[in-house]
């Protein structure tokens, strides 16, 4: 019960167990880089591929349509997070634990569309097309993603 080909869709079923099997793990990564946290990174994860399933009849390509769905999943977390701390500045903070390398630390700074433009770039090694169909925007918009969110993360590291 291989998923054939990375967005092939075989029976309802067993082609959604597949693809579970499949990308589980990459899109935790993916997540986990979007968020910092493995636990909201599951959790956005999990409740993406449940997003997969209601949707399977519509989807042409499962997995793109799971990517932009953690990608999307990862951005509404960020935009709650924020309305939180907003809202809470003495209750809830956003501190990075000791253990996270310099370069999650960095990319933690970094503004939600140039992390993501980042991460899937470098990371997911996704071509500007798809990026941009992730993020909702024009490739020309990923470009410039990518260029600032690399000078900033150099000014960070250096």
Same mark, same amino acid.
């Given at each position: 019960?291989?998923?054939?080909?990375?967005?092939?869709?075989?029976?309802?079923?067993?082609?959604?167990?597949?693809?579970?099997?499949?990308?589980?793990?990459?899109?935790?990564?993916?997540?986990?880089?979007?968020?910092?946290?493995?636990?909201?990174?599951?959790?956005?994860?999990?409740?993406?591929?449940?997003?997969?399933?209601?949707?399977?009849?519509?989807?042409?390509?499962?997995?793109?349509?799971?990517?932009?769905?953690?990608?999307?999943?990862?951005?509404? /977390? /960020?935009?709650?997070?924020?309305?939180?701390?907003?809202?809470?500045?003495?209750?809830?903070?956003?501190?990075?634990?000791?253990?996270?390398?310099?370069?999650?630390?960095?990319?933690?700074?970094?503004?939600?569309?140039?992390?993501?433009?980042?991460?899937?770039?470098?990371?997911?090694?996704?071509?500007?097309?798809?990026?941009?169909?992730?993020?909702?925007?024009?490739?020309?918009?990923?470009?410039?993603?990518? /260029?600032?969110?690399?000078?900033?993360?150099?000014?960070?590291?250096?």
């Amino acid at each position: 019960m291989t998923l054939e080909g990375a967005d092939a869709r075989p029976s309802a079923d067993r082609s959604v167990g597949g693809l579970y099997r499949a990308q589980y793990q990459p899109m935790v990564r993916l997540a986990y880089l979007l968020t910092g946290s493995q636990a909201t990174a599951e959790d956005l994860v999990q409740d993406s591929f449940v997003q997969v399933q209601r949707n399977w009849d519509h989807v042409r390509e499962p997995v793109a349509y799971l990517r932009t769905t953690v990608v999307n999943a990862a951005r509404a /977390h /960020h935009r709650r997070a924020g309305r939180e701390r907003a809202r809470f500045p003495d209750l809830v903070t956003a501190t990075v634990a000791p253990e996270t390398p310099i370069v999650l630390d960095a990319l933690a700074s970094l503004p939600y569309r140039q992390r993501a433009a980042l991460v899937l770039k470098f990371y997911e090694d996704r071509p500007e097309a798809e990026i941009a169909d992730a993020l909702g925007c024009r490739p020309a918009t990923v470009r410039s993603l990518v /260029h600032r969110g690399l000078a900033t993360l150099r000014k960070v590291i250096t």
